[in-house]
């Protein structure tokens, strides 16, 4: 078991969500078609909990170890975001591109593997390992929801001619990831604490990440304060979104990540 049957679980996946976009097309009525759409999602999400559970009792630790072990959970949170958010606006195209994201992040794992099965230092064996790095990546594919949203009505604003919508519903993502982004820091300096007698120390990831913070607040602000400037807000919300994937992984291209004790395992 463990990483061997990657594949495929992937395949699984992916011929549950083709199922879920393609059979709907042959049904008449909406109500049949939703319910097709639902099921099929949510079984490719069911057949990749599913491996994540088994891997976890294979490695005999969390997979949140390494940079591809948090793309797992990336790919399982994406579509599961993006069914809820379905299930709640109907809003087909971005359930769709939440799916294709996610298979995008599992054919990266699949073919780029890495050291999947490196032990835990002794930092990493902490209460907050576990809530700390979920609620970030469970933040973050909230996040990418909200800036779908954005990309998409700044799309249709620019090349269909349609004034900037749904701004709104990525309002209320952006609130929700804010909030575990904050839950994210707060799990950080507590960890932090614990492991090296520091709540804060100015590492590369730590002041990516308050800069990540920072600049979702700044969309929050300007949503508040400057309502009709619908543009700017899509943009900001672009922008916050580039921050967050250097925060996540760009942090290790970088020089100054170099000495980061945050940065992923190598290959």
Request: net charge positive; proline share 3%; aromatic share 18%.
């Amino acid at each position: 078991m463990g990483w061997n049957n990657f594949g495929l679980f992937i395949t699984g996946s992916l011929i549950s969500w083709l199922i879920g976009v393609t059979m709907p097309l042959f049904s008449e009525k909406l109500k049949q078609k939703d319910t097709k759409i639902i099921l099929f999602t949510a079984l490719g999400i069911i057949v990749l909990l599913v491996f994540i559970i088994q891997l976890w009792i294979n490695l005999d630790r969390p997979p949140l170890r390494t940079l591809g072990e948090t793309r797992l959970w990336y790919s399982f949170f994406l579509p599961l975001i993006g069914l809820v958010i379905f299930i709640r606006w109907r809003l087909h195209w971005l359930l769709t591109y939440s799916l294709a994201m996610s298979l995008l992040f599992l054919l990266i794992n699949l073919l780029k593997p890495e050291t999947h099965d490196q032990t835990l230092m002794p930092a990493l064996q902490s209460f907050w390992f576990i809530p700390h790095v979920l609620v970030y990546i469970f933040a973050y594919a909230i996040l990418a929801a909200s800036a779908l949203v954005a990309t998409h009505s700044l799309f249709v604003h620019k090349f269909q001619k349609q004034s900037i919508k749904n701004l709104d519903k990525a309002d209320q993502l952006v609130y929700l990831g804010f909030a575990f982004l904050s839950l994210g820091l707060i799990f950080g300096a507590l960890w932090a604490k614990e492991a090296w007698g520091h709540y804060w120390t100015w590492d590369p990831k730590e002041t990516w990440a308050l800069l990540t913070w920072l600049f979702y607040l700044l969309y929050i602000h300007l949503r508040y304060h400057r309502p009709q400037k619908l543009k700017l807000h899509s943009w900001v919300l672009g922008l916050s979104f580039a921050v967050l994937l250097i925060c996540w992984f760009g942090v290790n291209y970088l020089a100054t990540g170099a000495n980061s004790v945050h940065t992923y395992g190598a290959n």
